[in-house]
């Protein structure tokens, strides 16, 4: 089971940046934050991933705190097409090699 | 370079029939991972295989559902006499490697309706 809490559902004002939380208090010290999103009927979506630093990549960045417990996914400019599903995944061990997914948040983007 | 492609895009099956979906991991890719996503719900890991192997099959219902992946051609997902609650869109992902490092790739699933 995914060890992650985020809220159910948020709205989002297109061109304002979407600033979606993600905890994950029990996380270890070699266990991965990974983001995904999936879009109405479609595969999910890979947005990006990071261990402890700061991660910035086309699609957003990944916040995580110094102390791991938690970490924010950063859509700086949100446009309606960002609308989805987000799935904030932590890796539960170093064997798992598998994505165990939440329920998520729904983001809603609205003009 | 192509991503993870699933085939047949949606198939749709009587009670009793059987199902074979198809998945072709991305190029260089070794690992494949099945999930399924019943309507209103979340993604739930069903089974990962390596070239010729099954690794872990600890999400598949017990009776029914077998996966394979070939040394040769794509994994398959077959589901023997399909039922209705078998209705469900069902997602191929593909990795490098195993790893917790390694991001996983999906393709845009087929959608199984059981008539």
Wanted: aromatic share 8%; with cysteine; proline share 4%.
């Amino acid at each position: 089971d995914a060890k992650t809490t985020q809220p159910t559902s948020m709205d989002c004002a297109e061109g304002r940046a979407a600033n979606l939380p993600c905890n994950h208090s029990t996380i270890s010290g070699n266990e991965y934050v990974y983001w995904y999103r999936q879009i109405h009927s479609q595969g999910p979506q890979y947005i990006i991933h990071g261990l402890k630093n700061n991660e910035t990549n086309e699609m957003a960045s990944l916040i995580i705190t110094e102390d791991r417990k938690s970490s924010t996914l950063i859509l700086p400019h949100a446009t309606l097409r960002d609308t989805a599903v987000y799935y904030c995944i932590v890796r539960v061990s170093s064997n798992d090699y598998k994505l165990s997914f939440g329920a998520g948040t729904t983001v809603t983007v609205r003009a | 370079n192509a991503g993870v492609m699933q085939n047949p895009r949606h198939l749709v099956r009587r009670r009793g029939q059987e199902a074979r979906l198809r998945c072709s991991p991305m190029k260089g890719h070794s690992h494949v991972y099945w999930y399924r996503q019943l309507p209103e719900e979340g993604l739930k890991f069903m089974v990962y295989l390596q070239k010729e192997n099954i690794i872990d099959e600890s999400g598949m219902p017990k009776e029914r559902f077998s996966a394979e992946f070939p040394k040769e051609g794509p994994s398959i997902l077959r589901i023997q006499q399909v039922v209705r609650g078998d209705s469900a869109a069902y997602f191929c992902a593909s990795s490098r490697t195993g790893g917790t490092n390694e991001k996983l790739f999906f393709g845009s699933g087929t959608q199984l309706s059981v008539l």
